[in-house]
């Protein structure tokens, strides 16, 4: 199973954190500063797993962002990579050449889009179309709903004057 | 003020310091608290800020009731944003759990897929034990919800509460399977993950789990033989990581049953064969292919496909698999050794690589490649990839190395070539047993001691200030310097070379200039000084000189080694040939013992163990014990255990040193420079913290220059017109019980005596060790001596005094002869 995600950037400034197994507020600052210590002092030409604490982190970067994922010892580095890859592959889709500006500025949006890949620290939905798909309903819903209540709002300011 | 969400964003990157964004996240902090209490309506953006704010380390804790009122509230995306507040700013162990629980509830069973999905989400990421019992009926529900993206999502949180409640395995065991039918990739894939949990956690469901291998095996054949679908597609294979999570299912079911197992190895071998490696997918689908086949009741077929796999792997360019690869090498190398050894040479490759986890890993496959065959030539290479390690990677490889030779040494030369090699390069990681054992080995070939010699000496001109490999050399030269001069014993394979003495010297000086700081190397100097001062004649003066050079150091050790070996140069010159003479083959059995177990064990002192030996020559057996005498006695003799010592000894120049212990108890003034070097083991093992790779098993250095505690006078035990017995007592430790007897045996007749052998009878109050005789031949007149230890350990010391019956068989021309006699005349205090 997957312990956690995290996004940091080449700085060390954490983009995105997902715990997937129970960590307090202080444990999970800890991690941080640790894994960031660990994986940003990498040489490129390593390989893309470190052994930590008796788990695995499997860490790919992109652009000046590196993707972690923290996996049991029994678990497929391999398989988790794919994972990885995945999800930026999504991302990609979604925001179309995703950039490390959109996560920052969208990072509600990366959360819900980690939550359809991710869940309970396994992966629930192989097809980036489904996933895709099921965003882009969802934003919909809040875009209409965001209307509804414009209007809403609209129809009463101009009923109370 | 509210702003919104991307405002605040730029705000805070704008800030040029931390104290200015402080500011900024304060202010901002402290409107936020402000809009919740006055309940202002646009709560959700001010939650995004605020988990902005967490993300960048701020406290955020007022906001956690925020989330909970958003939660309870009715529109989809206050639901939504409430609930990742609640997912970011929370953890499992807060009571505010408990307040949303009745919300998640509700939501539940909501019409909207996408809130009930949101609802799920939360419940997954963030439920306690309790609230996992709470809800785990109405989640079990929703598993044959009519929306597969609602079932996906309920399999899923069934995952967390198996892992958070272990009980509830049972009832989720049909609904489960039911699922395993579906045809929703993601509903399939979260479905399989959920049956891993419950095999994982319960073995009663994986027995169950066990029947639906054969529909297993049917969707994995259905993704590789389908058609190319756009939506599952991912570098040419259909859906990989659905075919991953299958094949660790299969590999639960399969293990340890032999049915399941045949059912699936089609499928598997299948996918080893067809699947594209050159990728990451690929290669994600045969790693976890190799592990199934490697856990699963395989055919021989299967593995070594499988190991072939792996040994494609190493070949990859992807550092990644090639890591994945020896990993998994290193895991199964147990189970098929001769198919492994086929890639020995790409694992000699990764040994180079830049990376420091592959270069371990492939280290760790070699070593336990290594065999009696090819231990040659990965020694040979181990040793040329030691030169070019780095410094972290070199204590591991040296004790690997270290070990390999002493596993499986087919030659004694060949042994000490290596072991010379390695101590040169990396001398410091040596552990101090090894670098004994070599010591050990070297003193009990005296054919290879001028060859060792020779070649410690070619090397000394190449050392890389290993400290250790300076002592040995230092040792070895200082024992068999004068094989370094008239070329004794030389091997076909030495190019022959001429060294003088002073070009040996020369050498010396050279390390003692280049070693100022260590003090063990000075004084193996000296001693090794004063071994050549006799056995160089023509160099004495120098030799004087340079000693004479120490007797000025500030370290008192060797000072007072300085004085006393000068002193002994200069007026006690008689006694020092016989001083300085050879030093006798050391214990080899402990040696033995070690490489029987292949383990780098810790040197006990006087242990010896009774294995065969493979390298000595000679067997003695030492005698067993007589029992009773005359009954007329009154001490009562019984029985006494003595270990049966079937390995044996060369023993050159024992005797010799039987002579000097003998003339040592005589005369207290030449006792000192035993005193001094028994002074200097005591340094050893001070100094052993901090330089544990020169402290030499400081107890067998005790026995060899034993004479310590108070001096006995010697004694005639036996005297015939044949046979002389002289016993001389030593105790070498500090224990007063402890009393170390050295027989010698003259033969005082004119005739031949073979088989001489010595049995001894003691009290009940005594214990006694023999050990072997040096020979059992005594030449007529006195011309040779033959010499035995006794241990005897009193246990009534200082109560009652030693007592023994010693009885001496021999032949002398064909005819039997036996000579007894009762020993009483020990000398008090012994």
């Known amino acids: 199973m997957i312990h956690f995600v995290l996004l940091i950037s080449r700085q060390g400034k954490v983009r995105l954190t997902k715990w997937y197994s129970p960590y307090t507020q202080k444990e999970r600052q800890k991690v941080i500063r640790e894994l960031s210590g660990l994986i940003l002092t990498r040489g490129p030409k390593l390989c893309n797993f470190v052994e930590w604490r008796g788990l695995k982190v499997v860490y790919k970067r992109y652009a000046s962002l590196y993707f972690c994922m923290c996996i049991g010892a029994e678990d497929n580095e391999l398989e988790c990579l794919e994972i990885i890859h995945h999800y930026v592959e999504i991302l990609d889709r979604y925001f179309g050449n995703v950039c490390e500006l959109d996560l920052i500025f969208n990072f509600h949006k990366a959360y819900y889009i980690l939550d359809e890949v991710l869940l309970a620290g396994e992966l629930q939905e192989t097809s980036k179309k489904s996933v895709a798909r099921v965003i882009a309903a969802q934003d919909t819903l809040v875009e209409n709903a965001k209307e509804q209540a414009n209007s809403l709002t609209n129809i009463i300011s101009q009923a109370t004057k | ?830």
């Not at chain 2, 040296?398 to 004694?412: E, R």
Request: net charge neutral; with cysteine.
């Open chain 2, 1 to 830: 003020m509210a702003c919104k969400l991307r405002e605040f964003v730029q705000r805070v990157r704008a800030c040029k310091t931390a104290a200015e964004e402080r500011e900024v996240i304060a202010k901002e902090s402290a409107a936020i608290r402000t809009a919740f209490k006055d309940d202002n309506p646009k709560r959700h953006r001010n939650l995004l800020k605020l988990m902005f704010m967490h993300m960048l380390g701020y406290p955020t804790h007022f906001g956690q009731m925020e989330c909970v009122k958003l939660i309870a509230g009715n529109s989809f995306p206050e639901k939504k944003i409430g609930y990742l507040g609640f997912m970011l700013l929370l953890d499992e162990k807060q009571e505010l759990l408990m307040l949303v629980t009745n919300s998640i509830k509700n939501d539940f069973n909501n019409a909207n897929q996408f809130i009930v999905g949101v609802a799920l989400c939360a419940f997954a990421n963030l439920c306690s034990a309790e609230m996992a019992s709470d809800l785990a009926a109405e989640v079990s529900k929703l598993l044959q919800h009519s929306n597969p993206y609602v079932r996906k999502k309920a399999a899923l949180c069934c995952v967390k509460i198996v892992r958070k409640v272990p009980d509830f395995g049972e009832s989720l065991l049909r609904p489960a399977i039911t699922l395993l039918s579906d045809k929703h990739h993601g509903v399939l894939i979260s479905a399989i993950k959920l049956c891993i949990v419950l095999c994982q956690t319960n073995s009663t469901l994986l027995e169950q789990m066990r029947k639906e291998t054969s529909n297993l095996v049917e969707i994995l054949k259905n993704l590789l033989t389908s058609e190319y679908r756009a939506e599952y597609d991912c570098s040419g294979i259909s859906d990989p990581l659905l075919q991953i999570e299958i094949l660790r299912l299969l590999r639960l079911l399969g293990k340890a049953d032999a049915d399941s197992s045949d059912i699936m190895s089609d499928v598997l071998a299948q996918v080893m064969t067809n699947t594209d490696a050159r990728k990451v997918p690929g290669s994600a689908i045969l790693y976890e292919c190799v592990q199934t086949v490697v856990h699963i009741e395989a055919t021989k077929g299967l593995r070594v496909l499988a190991i072939n796999v792996l040994g494609h792997f190493l070949s990859n360019n992807d550092n990644n698999i090639r890591y994945v690869a020896l990993n998994m090498l290193v895991k199964i190398v147990a189970l098929d050794l001769q198919a492994i050894q086929r890639h020995r040479s790409i694992v000699m490759e990764c040994l180079k690589d830049a990376d420091l986890s592959i270069k371990k890993r492939a280290l760790d496959l070699v070593y336990a490649l290594a065999t009696e065959d090819n231990v040659k030539a990965l020694t040979k290479e181990l040793l040329e990839f030691l030169m070019n390690s780095s410094r972290d990677l070199k204590q591991d490889l040296t004790m690997k190395i270290c070990s390999v030779i002493q596993k499986f040494a087919s030659s004694k030369l060949w042994y000490i070539q290596n072991m010379i090699h390695l101590i040169s390069e990396a001398g410091e990681f040596v552990k101090s047993d090894s670098l004994y054992m070599l010591i050990v080995i070297i003193s009990n070939t005296p054919k290879l001691h001028g060859y060792t010699v020779r070649l410690l000496y070619n090397m000394v001109g190449k050392w890389k200030n290993q400290e250790s490999f300076a002592l040995i050399a230092i040792w070895c030269i200082g024992e068999y310097g004068e094989m370094l001069v008239n070329h004794a014993g030389e091997l076909e394979i030495e190019d022959p070379m001429t060294i003088t003495e002073h070009e040996v010297l020369d050498t010396l000086e050279d390390i003692a200039a280049k070693s100022k700081e260590s003090i063990n190397i000075r004084v193996f100097l000296l001693v090794a000084l004063l071994k050549l001062s006799s056995r160089y004649d023509t160099c004495t003066e120098r030799i004087k000189d340079m000693i004479e050079n120490y007797k000025h150091s500030s370290t008192l050790e060797v000072q007072q080694r300085a004085v006393e070996f000068s002193a002994i140069i200069l007026k006690y010159s008689s006694i020092r040939k016989v001083l300085a003479d050879r030093i006798p083959a050391l214990n080899e059995t402990v040696y033995e013992s070690k490489r029987a177990d292949g383990a780098v064990a810790a040197l006990g002192p006087t242990v010896r163990v009774a294995s065969p030996p493979l390298f000595s020559e000679n067997h003695i057996t030492a005698p067993t014990i007589c029992t009773k005498l005359s009954s007329t006695d009154s001490v009562n003799l019984l029985d006494l255990s003595i270990d049966k010592e079937a390995s044996g000894q060369t023993l050159d120049g024992f005797s010799m040193l039987q002579d000097l212990l003998n003339m040592d108890t005589r005369s207290s003034s030449k006792s000192s420079p035993y005193t001094g070097i028994s002074d200097i083991d005591k340094n050893f093992t001070e100094d052993s913290k901090e330089h544990p790779s020169t402290s030499f098993g400081n107890e067998q250095f005790l026995e060899m220059y034993s004479a310590q505690g108070p001096m006995f006078p010697s004694i005639v035990a036996l005297q015939t017109n044949r046979l002389k017995v002289l016993f001389n007592f030593s105790k070498p430790t500090n224990n007063p019980e402890i009393t170390m007897i050295h027989a010698t045996y003259l033969n005082c007749s004119s005739d031949l005596c073979t088989d001489l052998m010595l049995q001894a009878a003691v009290p009940k109050f005594l214990l006694l060790k023999l050990d072997p005789a040096s020979g059992n031949i005594l030449l007529p007149n006195a011309n040779g001596t033959i010499t035995q230890c006794l241990t005897v350990t009193n246990t009534l010391h200082g109560q009652k005094p030693l007592m023994m019956r010693i009885r001496v068989t021999c032949k002398v021309n064909g005819q039997e002869i036996v000579e007894q006699a009762q020993v009483e005349n020990f000398p008090s205090g012994v």
